[in-house]
């Protein structure tokens, strides 16, 4: 089925304006795939090293370049509850390669950090430059150039970001990601979000916090909001790189494991070796971005991908820009319901139908393309399935139901819960920034208060707990940029902002900073370019400046004279604090080159 023509225009003025990029690509991934199977270009002694510590029969077939060897590269720490099931992914990869006639080594471990470990915290201030180190790492394992196929072990925000752009960087060779599934369900989302407020406002203590956190955040496996780990499951789903099912499946559980010994193979029967070589270079296109912005919108997920989607497409020579990002917005409808845009978390999600009953809907209605290449073949359609452990073992799939299991969780394109997604675009006097509206009541998608100025988040808390803030305002916090500081996320503020809200207040952030995909209720008009430290106008809005940030619109503006605004300095603030501690100090270089946020704030491109 052909896509919906807005999204075809959307996709054609995307392949016009990355042609000179995406050609110089195309052109040099292909080079890159002329030089045929790597392991023969390389010494007698750099192989030797290579397979040092190899059996002899895979020292064998590795000296030739008949038996495809797999690179893989791993995520795995035990910070994050969703990489710990990395631990043991190796030893599960080399036998299924053993069993398909291949050979598995470990390329490479990436950083990998947790942005819930690190919030409000100064490691935060690491978290989105942590994003190209791992792709920079990533790299560091692939140039071993031992490889005909790499598969990547990461779930989390930066990480997989980090590894699609390494996959994109080593596009001649075909690449699997290999998820290890969500945590099973604990606290929901929103009582654990209730007891924070109740903290912020004093009214219960440190015990009863961590008790509830605890009850949340409990075992293994991805957490269970929607935030950006997740959305980015279901992009590597809805792009192509997962096998179809393999997003939602809880780790230690003989589906996962199943998945994991298919992918394997998959990835060793995709190499250039085999009939169905697959090179990621050449997989992902313009369609496989759109698709994955549509998915983005369905589904109402993380805000963050408003920058990394746009570095990752760039990883792969196509320029994707906040404008694509809303046009498709206003076309695409939100069809699911997963915390913070609702109250069920992924594990409902996919036990309602997930991404099988997803991507069904979006191809009854055009909005994704159908023509693409995946890691499972030819066309999105295969997607459209259930997962099921078969009888012998091994992954057996269904079609994806026509009717949601659960219709206040996943629901369809004829009752869409918002007639658009999530991400919207702000433009104005303040410069450009981005809105997730599917988590913020359509009563305060327009908001107009009188400003109060934060040079960082402590400023609001302390601000809040001295009882300063007991009215309607526009929080302006800045200084917060990929330059300042890092570009931290500022869910801190969420609490604080909730309970002010919850008392009636008409409240809303505007920030040069991030927020986490887990953010929501607030609306936060963020990711403002230029940002303070770059002299955008957000450093000329002084307190009591009126602020209007309008959602429908597409508006953010502060109400002032504009020969009044341009007459006014920059205001300046003291990082000295930012430069050092905690490593910040040894990403001075990344502060000073890292591009603007709506180009991917990366220190890459
Ligand atoms: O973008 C995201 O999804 C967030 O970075 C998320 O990964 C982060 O860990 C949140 O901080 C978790 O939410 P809480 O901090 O509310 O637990
Ligand atoms: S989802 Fe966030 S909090 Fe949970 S493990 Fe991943 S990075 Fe950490």
Redesign the pocket.
């Known amino acids: 089925m052909s896509a919906d023509s807005r999204i075809e225009a959307i996709t054609k003025r995307i392949v016009e304006r990355s042609k000179p990029t995406r050609e110089v690509y195309l052109d040099r991934t292909r080079r890159a795939i002329s030089k045929g199977v790597h392991r023969s270009t390389l010494s007698c002694g750099n192989l030797a090293h290579g397979f040092a510590v190899c059996s002899p029969s895979d020292k064998a077939a590795l000296a030739g370049d008949v038996v495809p060897n797999l690179g893989i590269i791993t995520a795995y720490n035990d910070m994050?509850?969703?990489h710990q099931p990395f631990e043991t992914y190796p030893a599960l990869i080399r036998q299924a390669a053993a069993e398909a006639g291949g050979v598995a080594q470990v390329a490479g471990g990436v950083p990998a950090m947790?942005?819930?470990?690190t919030q409000g915290q100064p490691g935060m201030e690491l978290s989105l430059f942590s994003r190209d180190a791992i792709a920079m790492a990533a790299a560091i394992g692939l140039s071993h150039n031992m490889f005909d196929a790499a598969v990547y072990l990461g779930?989390?925000?930066k990480i997989v970001p980090g590894l699609m752009i390494a996959a994109l960087t080593f596009g001649h060779l075909p690449s699997v990601f290999i998820p290890a599934g969500p945590m099973t369900t604990g606290l929901p989302n929103d009582e654990k979000s209730r007891i924070r407020q109740l903290y912020a406002e004093g009214k219960v203590g440190r015990a009863e916090l961590l008790e509830a956190e605890s009850k949340s955040?409990h075992g293994p496996g991805?957490?269970t909001f929607y935030?950006t780990?997740n959305s980015n499951q279901m992009l590597m789903e809805i792009m192509g790189f997962h096998l179809p099912g393999a997003s939602f499946i809880n780790p230690g559980t003989p589906l996962r494991d199943a998945l994991t010994k298919e992918a394997t193979k998959r990835a060793l029967a995709i190499t250039a070796l085999g009939n169905e070589f697959t090179p990621a270079g050449e997989m992902i296109d313009e369609r496989s971005i759109v698709n994955g912005v549509v998915g983005l919108h369905a589904t109402g997920g993380s805000t963050n991908h408003t920058l990394h989607l746009i570095a990752m497409a760039r990883a792969g020579g196509i320029q994707l820009t906040w404008q694509d990002i809303s046009d498709l917005s206003d076309i695409v409808p939100l069809l699911a319901r997963v915390y913070p845009n609702g109250l069920a978390d992924v594990n409902h999600f996919h036990a309602a139908g997930g991404m099988g009953f997803l991507i069904k809907q979006l191809l009854k209605a055009g909005y994704v393309h159908d023509d693409v290449r995946t890691v499972y073949g030819q066309g999105l359609a295969a997607y459209t399935i259930d997962p099921k452990l078969a009888e012998d073992g091994t992954v057996s799939r269904e079609p994806a139901s026509e009717v949601s299991a659960d219709p206040k969780v996943l629901s369809t394109i004829d009752k869409p819960f918002q007639s658009n997604g999530g991400l919207k675009m702000l433009t104005g006097n303040l410069g450009k920034g981005v809105i997730k509206i599917s988590a913020v009541k359509p009563e305060r998608h327009v908001i107009e208060a009188p400003a109060i100025v934060f040079h960082d988040q402590q400023e609001l808390q302390d601000a809040f707990k001295a009882g300063k803030l007991e009215k309607d305002f526009i929080a302006v916090v800045r200084f917060q940029g990929p330059k300042a500081n890092g570009m931290p996320e500022l869910h801190r503020l969420t609490p604080p902002l909730g309970v002010l809200q919850d008392r009636g207040f008409k409240v809303a952030l505007v920030t040069d900073g991030r927020m986490s995909g887990a953010s929501g209720k607030v609306p936060a008009a963020i990711h403002v370019t230029p940002e303070a430290v770059d002299g955008g106008p957000i450093a000329r809005i002084k307190d009591g400046d009126i602020i209007r940030l309008d959602a429908i619109a597409g508006t953010l503006e502060v109400l002032v004279g504009a020969a009044e605004l341009a007459s006014r300095d920059n205001a300046t603030t003291d990082l000295d604090a930012n430069e050092f501690g905690m490593g910040r100090e040894l990403f001075a270089s990344f502060r000073r080159i890292a591009g603007p946020a709506d180009q991917g704030a990366s220190v890459l491109f």
């Open positions: 994050l509850s969703a947790c942005d819930g470990v779930v989390c925000d955040y991805t957490c935030g780990a």
